[in-house]
């Protein structure tokens, strides 16, 4: 079973993107892609990356929920389970996922895709009871976003999700 939403990432490392960001700009550009998806007048990364409050290090996760309620007062914005993912991806509906190695006080697991990085959760498929999830991976230095796969099971210990829908 199979299910990827069409969302048009973009690479955090984009030349739209002021370059004192790109490098830690992943979560303002999960975010971004993610209201693009729903409406076309999104604000913009670095638009996003003052108003959700990233930095240096990144973006806090508790920081991202508190700054895009009062953004989006309107919309259903909050941490969620695996299997809400799930339903949220089944509803139409893309989801900020996060890989973090260091909150997740996981620093030697050399399993997870990333060690700290933000993207936009796309689709999912299961496998011979395997879950692979399907990401935008929101590009690199030299390189345009790309579709990406992750084994749920080598992620499952770093991984954490936020619902970002319209009520």
């Not at 973009?10 to 971004?32: M, V």
């Not at 693009?36 to 929920?65: C, H, M």
């Not at 969620?80 to 260091?102: H, N, S, W």
């Not at 991976?137 to 030299?142: A, F, K, S």
């Amino acid at each position: 079973m199979k299910q990827q939403l069409s969302l048009q990432g973009k690479s955090q490392y984009d030349s739209s993107i002021a370059p004192h960001y790109r490098n830690s700009a992943c979560g303002p550009t999960t975010i971004h892609v993610i209201l693009q998806y729903f409406d076309t007048s999104a604000p913009s990364v670095n638009e996003l990356y003052q108003k959700l409050g990233g930095t240096k290090i990144g973006l806090f996760k508790w920081r991202l929920l508190y700054n895009l309620r009062k953004l989006l007062p309107t919309w259903d914005i909050r941490s969620c389970t695996l299997k809400e993912a799930l339903q949220e991806i089944d509803a139409g509906r893309p989801v900020a996922m996060r890989f973090d190695r260091y909150f997740s006080l996981q620093w030697f697991d050399r399993k997870s895709t990333f060690a700290y990085h933000w993207v936009p959760l796309i689709g999912y498929e299961v496998h011979n009871d395997t879950l692979l999830l399907i990401f935008h991976d929101n590009g690199g230095q030299n390189r345009d976003s790309q579709i990406r796969t992750a084994l749920f099971q080598n992620n499952a210990k770093v991984l954490q999700f936020v619902k970002i829908a319209p009520k």
